[in-house]
């Protein structure tokens, strides 16, 4: 007979890519829920309401750039 622990372990996946990211040998989830270097986006909408969104740091960074392209144009 053999017995084999699994330590647990969470998966989080990029809400814009879909790359994945395993915490391994978890006592609890990361700090803020988040995967270090990663992104987290609360977005409000009238429309759409709330939505949080978790991004890798790729897609993290593309949003960010995305948004402070925008804030430096003129109205």
């Not at 330590?7 to 790359?19: A, K, M, N, V």
């Not at 391994?24 to 977005?43: D, K, M, V």
Request: with cysteine; aromatic share 8%.
């Amino acid at each position: 007979m053999t017995i084999r622990e699994i330590p647990r372990s969470f998966e989080y996946e990029c809400d814009g890519c879909g790359s994945l990211h395993v915490q391994h040998n978890a006592g609890g989830h990361y700090t803020n829920s988040r995967p270090p270097e990663w992104f987290a986006l609360r977005w409000i909408a009238p429309s759409m309401g709330m939505k949080d969104i978790l991004l890798c740091d790729i897609c993290g960074a593309a949003v960010q750039k995305a948004i402070n392209s925008v804030q430096a144009k003129p109205v």
